[in-house]
């Protein structure tokens, strides 16, 4: 099995600055796409960042000039910093990995962190 640990989020004033961290773990595994999606209350999820094991990167447009996504292919981790927040980014953030287990395809989510930014 693949398991991802997400760490980082909590609440935070506007203005402010948070780093989101995911590690995933396990064996027989390889990671394609690293990256963090959100989900606020009553919307569907959607696409906060990803990145590739190339170090291409894909950002929503919602959070586009304000976010940066990075990862470490060494030890399977992927870092997002978020800066500037306002209350709208307020949702459950979910690591989400892609790639291969034991040859089949991996798709593989973490249990979400909560991010509150109070206004």
């Known amino acids: ?4 640990v997400e760490s980082g989020g909590g609440l ?3 203005g402010g600055s948070l780093r ?4 995933a773990s ?3 595994f390889s ?11 009553g919307k569907q999820r959607e696409l906060v ?14 959070v586009k000039g304000r976010i940066n996504i990075s990862r470490d292919n060494a030890r399977n981790t992927v ?8 209350p709208e980014v307020t949702a459950v953030y979910y690591c989400n990995i892609l790639g291969h287990w034991l040859g089949t395809p991996l798709n593989a989510w973490g249990q979400g962190t909560q991010i509150t930014v109070s206004s």
């Open 79 to 86: 870092t997002l910093r978020m800066n500037s927040l306002n």
């Open 12 to 14: 935070v004033q506007a």
């Open 20 to 23: 989101l961290s995911c590690a």
């Open 26 to 28: 396990g064996s027989m």
């Open 31 to 41: 990671v394609y796409v690293m990256g963090w999606y959100r989900q606020a209350a």
């Open 1 to 4: 099995q693949v398991h991802l």
């Open 49 to 62: 960042a990803a990145i590739t094991s190339g170090g291409s990167t894909n950002y929503g447009d919602s």
